[in-house]
């Protein structure tokens, strides 16, 4: 009855309709299992519609429902420990020190709490077995559901939505001759949990959340489903409420947890639950629908994208992907690109929770990596294309979180490496939890504070918003502070170090022994000295802090290099031991990369080369989060036809690869497989899809710098680049530029970098004016790299391109001419 349910009906032999627009996932069947359904939510509710004319579900979440309770779980016994730890790891005792990582650091009290599911809606309608012109589809421009078919000659529609305005589940039933519809309604759920008829027409459902390694859950539940009535008579038994000849329904869902806040569980949710039903129950589904619409296309509006269109598009959605890989679908991509901005408009609202491991879309109690915040990527992998593609509110969930997380994260700090500031490793939940968690094989690594701090940043150079960059700025100066007290020297060359850390998950292949914890890891280094010149940098906008600058300054010029290893790779790890035939996820090294900004083809051409070769070496397909990072990066390499072929194998159907192994690639409803689910594949391609369009990391804003010739002409508008700029239009056509008009929100020096030359009066040449005195635009000076005497170094072969500065003021908006 949950995931895989038998379907008894006759398939339909034609669609009832096609799409209304380009941007609608649809189907000719109702999906059988979960990565088959349609995901809907606003940010706090969400939901799975599975679309069976007989047997509907529609699986809920909410946002706030995990297991356990408040707690943090550092471990105090790697105070003492750590000096030994380093003498082992410096002597080469690789496997001896990670032996006394999983004794020592990681946490002895709990691994952090897993997301969980509320219950499901279920409508059941006697007589809908056998059906024809079955018709399912998820509008991306109006976040609504529906579903069709027809019994006899009776047509039945179902259209759901999860109300960002109302903040309620809606559901609307019609059928097109009166005194058709009639359902019986029930709920339920894998928590404890009592289900109680309400008044006749409604039902609800309370429980509490799961315990879990130790820890006693505590937050507590509750829903209510009311049925709304165009004719016909509904009756209640102790489960359920039926219905019986009605025209249409309408089915309102509330549903709200006891979690205010990290530390507090002692919310009311009934009262918030039935506040909710109570303000929208006497509204008509048109007016919900209007409020929902206007609410959602408030922030869907803003980007626009057409890539081209061929016949594939009048096919069915899961047709499309199935054939993505030999026919000829840009719009597939486009889809994709929006489809993603839907989930995370979706996922993350502003006041709520972040996006976690599966969104806010999970129907397991004890799902994979527990959901939560897997923050050696993937949780920051969710929030790349926040600010690029136009979602600055939804970045909102996240920064929040970095800042309850520098709260939670000093105690960290104290306890586990008498250290200042604030330490988060590799995972956290909504506890935000900030010990060392699993093994120490994936768990010792201590930079997870750096990399969410990069957000911070990220969000000031977009907006240049400094009343943010006031309010973030602790934040970044106490984990740099964490780092100051960290960092060790290693013997061998005096170099600063972060130790012991692992290069995350990674086991380099040519030691005689298998082990992962060492130290000076490149994307350690590159992370920390990505913080300390952010944090430098903020100092001196916010005029505070010169002394702890200078300090920041003094500790970056210690740190460990970037190094050219002997097969002419940016080396992952401080020895020169990769392996050319390693083809692992994770491609950690290449941070600096991507996200970072410290590997670039203009600044850094030898470290540019070496990258794109440790990338060449560790191949293209993979799992899927890992496919969407690699489309980020070849954008980043400049190479938009590796990164096309990136997107078509994240765009490849998952099959099995074994009895109990699946391939990574592509569920039929578009969501990105590890496997299992994974979201954040879905937000690293989409991400990857801006940056073939326009990229602004690099000291410019630069149009079309990985354009694959599969995409010879099309349009976007609504990105938007660091400096405060926004990319009102971007048109090509014959794959070469024909359009561009960009809006400067803030003023100042626009420089921009483009292959094809360009017309505006007041533009001049900046080939060699040097670096952009645009302060937003503020670049990284990368340290010098070391390479090894058996590698050869290239220097890139790029593309001809040409750099234009161009004065602005506040608001105004440009047209260039090609």
């Known amino acids: 009855m949950r995931r895989f349910c038998l379907l008894f009906f006759m398939m339909p032999a034609a669609a009832l309709a096609q799409p209304q627009n380009d941007f609608t996932l649809w189907y000719d069947k109702p999906a059988e299992k979960w990565v ?8 706090r509710l969400g939901a799975m519609l599975y679309g069976n004319p007989a047997h509907e579900e529609l699986q809920l979440n909410e946002e706030t429902l995990w297991a356990g309770a408040p707690n943090n779980n550092p471990n105090p016994k790697a105070k003492d420990q750590l000096p030994r730890i380093r003498r082992l790891i410096f002597d080469g005792k690789y496997r001896e020190a990670q032996a006394a990582c999983d004794s020592n650091i990681q946490s002895k009290t709990n691994h952090g709490m897993p ?26 421009e109006t976040a609504v559901a529906t579903v069709r078919h027809r019994v006899g000659d009776v047509e039945f529609k179902r259209e759901v939505l999860t109300s960002f305005a109302a903040q309620v589940i809606a559901i609307r039933l019609t059928a097109s001759k009166p005194e058709q519809l009639s359902f019986s309604m029930q709920l339920s759920s894998p928590q404890t949990s009592t289900v109680r008829v309400q008044g006749g027409n409604a039902l609800t459902l309370e429980g509490v959340s799961g315990s879990h390694e130790g820890v006693k859950g505590a937050v507590r539940f509750y829903a209510v489903a009311k049925a709304l009535l165009h004719g016909g008579v509904a009756t209640s038994d102790n489960v359920a409420i039926s219905v019986k000849n009605a025209t249409s329904a309408t089915i ?66 899961d047709v499309r992907i199935n054939e993505y890989a030999s026919q000829s679908d840009p719009q597939l991509v486009a889809t994709y690109f929006q489809f993603g901005r839907y989930l995370l408009i979706c996922a993350s609202q502003p ?28 949780a920051e992998m969710n929030y790349w294309p926040a600010e690029v593609a136009n979602l600055s509110e939804m970045h909102e969930p996240f920064l929040q979180m970095v800042k309850e997380l520098s709260e939670t994260g000093r105690q960290s700090a104290d306890v586990m490496y008498g250290a200042r500031g604030w330490a988060l490793h590799h995972n956290t939940d909504i506890w935000r939890v900030t010990g060392a968690i699993d093994r120490a094989a994936s768990g010792t690594w201590p930079v997870g504070g750096a990399w969410v701090c990069r957000h911070l940043w990220d969000r000031y150079l977009y907006s240049g918003d400094k ?61 920390v000295f990505d913080l300390f010149s952010n944090t430098i940098h903020a100092a001196a906008l916010l005029g505070v802090d010169a002394d702890f600058a200078a300090q920041l300054k003094a500790a970056r010029e210690r740190l460990a290099p970037m190094q050219v290893g002997q097969h002419s790779q940016l080396q992952e790890w401080m020895h020169d031991w990769d392996d050319p035939k390693d083809k692992h996820r994770h491609v950690s090294h290449l941070w600096g990369l991507y ?96 940056e073939m369009l326009m990229q602004s990391h690099d000291g410019a804003v630069h149009l079309l710098p990985a354009l694959p010739d599969a995409w010879q002409s099309g349009k976007i508008s609504g990105l938007r680049a660091r400096g405060g700029f926004e990319i009102v239009a971007l048109e090509w056509s ?18 921009l970098r483009t292959h094809s030359p360009l017309t505006l009066q007041g533009a001049t040449a900046a080939t060699a004016k040097g670096e952009n005195q645009n302060p937003l635009f503020a670049l990284q000076a990368a340290k010098p790299l070391i390479a090894s005497p058996r590698a ?17 003021e506040a608001g105004e908006i440009l047209n260039f001419e090609f």
């Not at 809606?121 to 589809?137: A, K, M, P």
């Not at 397991?364 to 050696?376: E, F, G």
């Not at 954008?635 to 194998?649: E, M, P, S, T, V």
């Open 36 to 43: 088959e359904a349609m995901p809907l939510g606003n940010g």
């Open 252 to 317: 309102l869902l509330s549903a709200a947890t006891s979690f205010k806040n990290y530390k507090d569980v002692s919310g009311d949710p009934a009262e918030r639950a039935e506040a909710f039903l109570k303000n929208v129950e006497k509204k008509t589904f048109a007016s919900l629908l209007n409020d929902h619409t206007l609410a959602y296309k408030k922030y869907y509006d803003r980007v626009q994208i057409d890539l081209g269109k061929t016949a594939q598009a009048e096919k069915t959605t």
């Open 792 to 808: 050869t170094l290239h220097t890139p072969m790029l593309k001809p391109s040409m750099e234009y500065d161009v004065a602005t």
């Open 467 to 527: 009343n943010f960059l006031r309010s973030a700025y602790p934040q970044m100066k106490e984990a740099a502070e964490f780092f100051l007290d960290f960092l060790t020297p290693e013997p061998e060359h005096g170099w600063l170090v972060v130790a012991p850390s692992v290069s995350p998950e990674n086991t380099p292949k040519t030691l005689p022994v298998k082990a992962e914890v060492f130290a000076g890891n490149t994307m350690d280094n590159q992370l």
């Open 115 to 140: 997301y969980q599911p509320l219950g499901s809606l279920w409508l059941t309608f006697d007589g809908h077995e056998q059906f024809s012109d079955y018709y399912r589809d998820l509008n991306l």
């Open 595 to 690: 996200p970072g900004c410290q590997i670039s083809p203009f600044r850094t051409p030898q470290l540019f080369e070496a990258a794109r070769q440790s990338l060449i070496y560790r191949g293209d397909v993979s799992t899927g989060w890992s496919m969407g990072w690699k489309v980020c990066l070849w954008a980043r390499f400049l190479d938009g036809n590796h990164a096309a072929k990136l997107i078509a194998d994240q765009l490849s159907p998952v099959r099995p690869i074994s009895p109990r192994k699946e391939s990574g690639g592509t569920y039929p409803n578009l969501f990105d497989a590890h496997p299992p689910f994974q979201i954040d594949g879905n937000f690293g391609c989409t991400a990857g899809i801006a």
């Open 351 to 378: 006041g709520g929770q972040p996006a976690n491991l599966q969104g806010i879309w999970n129907f397991q109690m004890k799902p994979s990596w527990d959901c939560k915040y897997t923050t050696n990527i993937n």
């Open 734 to 751: 014959d794959g070469k530029l024909s359009k561009v008009t960009i809006k400067s929100n803030l003023g100042g020096n626009l420089r």
